[in-house]
């Protein structure tokens, strides 16, 4: 299992789009840079998008965890967007409402079940409105690396315990 890459190279801040395309296809050139994910993925998470929507009506800031499959993924991954402006994201579970979203936390996991254990400890930090407010203010990569570095078990997530 591979270990989680997260630092302050896939937290972007200030990202400037007027659609969720916009804002996956930005993520997602800056992840594959990196070449932490496949020259697939990008097409593959907008189609994933239109199909299941991800948007989270959270309290004080709505976010949006938009994923894809395994197969485009070439290394696990949690990239972060802080938006300037919100973007409508699609409602999670309900494909007619949409929901003014300004954090986006894209997923790109390499195996299935690691997924549904990061989703299950984001939404803890959704459920936190402090958190999120703190998230969207921070104008500091570094201090939102640590920020949640402390909020989620990235050992849990990578197999060691």
Not at 91 to 101: F, S
Request: net charge negative; aromatic share 4%.
């Amino acid at each position: 299992m591979s270990e989680i890459y997260f630092n302050e190279s896939v937290i972007l801040l200030g990202v400037e789009a007027n659609t969720k395309e916009d804002v996956l296809d930005q993520m997602g050139r800056n992840l594959e840079k990196q070449a932490l994910v496949k020259d697939s993925f990008i097409q593959a998470i907008i189609a994933r998008e239109k199909e299941y929507a991800t948007g989270l009506p959270t309290a004080g800031v709505a976010v949006a965890i938009p994923h894809t499959d395994v197969e485009h993924v070439n290394r696990k991954t949690i990239s972060m967007g802080i938006l300037k402006n919100t973007v409508d994201f699609g409602v999670m579970g309900d494909d007619k409402e949409t929901i003014p979203v300004q954090i986006v936390f894209m997923l790109a996991m390499d195996e299935a079940h690691s997924q549904l254990s990061l989703l299950q400890q984001l939404m803890k930090v959704f459920q936190n409105e402090d958190v999120l407010v703190s998230i969207l203010n921070e104008k500091n990569k570094t201090s939102i690396r640590k920020l949640m570095e402390e909020k989620l078990d990235f050992g849990a997530l990578e197999g060691e315990k």
